[in-house]
């Protein structure tokens, strides 16, 4: 009898955790990040695309509009979640940045359902979890996802990903890259709802800037570098400049014109916006790396790669700047020196 | 191969004339004043030439800046400035290969020379723009310059730039500048590229 009442009770069990998954699978997953006074609007990406309300692919997009008006930036970190540098810059600027010209919208996790846990693509020891310890002694946990949308978040790949609408063939499983499937679809996969809510909103914000924040592996020519869609070469060009004299050397490129579905690319040519891809190198896409430290690698240490996402952006943008009308400028601070960010503990610059 | 042997024979004729008229050295004569209007290309597609791009604007050059000019859009220039270095993404931007784009680059240099324009070599991408197609571009055209600017430390000297701003390490442009008693500019940083353009080209700045 208490054998049979114990199996009824697993049986029971089960049934509430899978029920729990099920939830979870279809839900948003939500991430500790902690809106600093500069946030005056919390909003959602599904707020673009309603069809897109409630499914793991809805994102929270936070909204920092200042005083003075002016031009519109889009920061998206987390188009790749398992690329933490961009993820960590956009947090910081969401709890730590003040804006006092123009409005800058902020996506820390472009790809929501990328970001629930780490599928292991590039090096299967990286962890889930990254800790951060503040400066009150409090350690914060932050998730670290994978490169593209989860398996059970979207249809089976196709054996050939068609790229829309340029028809460019990928692999299949590049169907859940967020970042080979822009400009999206409105009624397609969910990677191409993703992309095509964001493009809804550069479009209906009149976004003049679009920044989308990468990492590379270690060894890669892509690490350190500002890849431009040609329109907005000068700015990268002028940025580099400014960058090296301040201690950061970046590499630039052109976004090729064959690079469809790729950020640089697309945003540059369906909207106005001048866009740049941004890449820091991370240890944990090194595949020769064992046991990769994303945090506290010695060679690249988190906080000098989030340095450099936000020393580049903000040039990228103060360039941009200088380049426009008075009321399309757009100007942020933070409360701290960036520079100072290189040797740090992260955490102490987070709420 | 027989057509990159062609090449090689035709940049060597050049290389010689080009030794035989300048014979100049930073020792021996006084620097070159180069003169203005100015025409700004990339040998390579790199983006570095929309750095040189910028350089140019700071520095108060008259100048045009093509990525990719024809050698119709010599006419009328006194200076041709090659930056050098290849990209793969800029070469297909362009639609050409390598091997294309040396054959467009002596061309184009060939013809300044058949008017009469002096040649400025800039190569300001650091050791992250070294690489075989970036020093084939290098190699072919370094040599056939009055001028090289690169960023990248004097071998004599200890750089105390992050390494892989050094575009020299290995002494290349050294070498060339050495071999074809060419004038030779190191800088530390792209940006100091300003103030040698400035000197090369006797630009008046406000202090």
């Given amino acids: 009898m208490s054998y049979r009442l114990s199996w009824s009770a697993a049986c029971a069990a089960l049934v509430v955790v899978l029920g729990a998954l099920c939830v979870s699978a279809t839900m ?57 540098a961009g993820v960590m810059a956009a947090t910081l600027f969401v709890e730590r940045a003040s804006v006092s ?12 359902s990328a970001s629930r846990y780490n599928d292991g693509t590039y090096n299967e020891t990286s962890p889930q979890w990254i800790e951060l310890t503040t400066a009150s002694g409090e350690v914060r946990t932050f998730h670290y996802g994978s490169r593209r949308t989860q398996v059970e978040d979207q249809e089976p790949d196709p054996e050939v990903f068609v790229h829309y609408p340029s028809g460019i063939e990928f692999d299949g499983k590049e169907a859940r890259n967020l970042n080979r499937n822009h400009p999206g679809i409105a009624d397609g996969t969910l990677t191409q709802q993703i992309s ?34 040609p329109r907005a070469l000068d700015i990268g060009a002028m940025a580099t400049l400014d960058l090296e004299w301040a201690g950061i050397i970046m590499k630039l490129e052109v976004s090729q014109e064959e690079y469809h579905g790729l950020s640089h690319r697309e945003f540059g040519d369906y909207t106005d916006a001048y866009v740049f891809l941004i890449e820091t190198p991370n240890p944990g896409q090194e595949r020769s790396i064992t046991t990769p430290d994303v945090v506290n690698d010695p060679l690249a240490p988190l906080a000098d790669r989030v340095r450099t996402q936000i020393s580049t952006f ?36 987070l709420r | 191969m027989k057509k990159r042997l062609v090449w090689i024979l035709i940049v060597a ?49 008259d100048f045009t800046f093509e990525q990719r000019p024809t050698v119709d859009m010599l006419d009328g220039n006194a200076t041709l400035i090659v930056v050098l ?13 390598m091997d294309g784009e040396i054959a467009w680059g002596i061309e184009l240099i060939t013809r300044a020379r058949e008017l009469e324009m002096e040649i400025i070599a800039m190569h300001i991408e650091g050791g992250a723009r070294r690489g075989p197609s970036s020093d084939l571009a290098t190699t072919t ?56 353009l400035q000197q090369l080209f006797v630009v008046e700045t406000s202090d």
């Fill in chain 1, 196 to 229: 095509y809510a964001l493009f809804q909103l550069v479009e209906r914000e009149e976004a003049n800037v679009v920044v989308d924040m990468h990492e590379s592996s270690i060894t890669s020519r892509l690490a350190h570098m500002i890849v431009c869609h």
């Fill in chain 1, 314 to 349: 903000t040039t990228l943008v103060n360039n941009y700047s200088l380049m426009s009308s008075h009321d399309e400028q757009i100007e942020f601070t933070f409360p701290f020196e960036v520079h100072d960010l290189v040797g740090s503990n992260l955490g102490e610059y």
């Fill in chain 2, 85 to 97: 270095g290849a990209s793969s993404k800029g070469l297909g931007a362009a639609g050409v290969d």
């Fill in chain 1, 101 to 112: 010209k123009g409005t800058v919208f902020v996506i820390p996790h472009a790809n929501n």
């Fill in chain 2, 13 to 61: 004729v050049i290389a010689f004339a080009g030794v035989t008229v300048g014979q100049e050295t930073e020792d021996s004569v006084d620097p070159i004043v180069f003169e203005q209007p100015v025409l700004i290309a990339s040998i390579g597609q790199s983006a570095g030439a929309q750095q040189a791009r910028i350089l140019a604007m700071k520095a108060g050059l």
């Fill in chain 1, 28 to 84: 948003p997953i939500s991430h500790d990040i902690r809106p600093g006074h500069g946030v005056t609007e919390l909003r959602w990406l599904s707020d673009y695309h309603p069809a897109l309300r409630g499914t793991p692919g809805d994102t929270p997009i936070y909204v920092l509009e200042g005083d003075e008006p002016g031009g519109s930036f889009l920061l998206l970190g987390g188009t790749h979640p398992n690329e933490i």
């Fill in chain 2, 141 to 196: 055209f370094a040599l056939l310059a009055d001028h090289i600017v690169v960023k990248g430390g004097d071998p004599e000297v200890e750089w105390t730039e992050a390494e892989e701003a050094n575009g020299n390490a290995d002494g290349l442009f050294t070498t060339i500048a050495t071999e074809n008693e060419i004038t030779i500019t190191y800088i530390a940083r792209t940006l100091d590229a300003v103030e040698v």
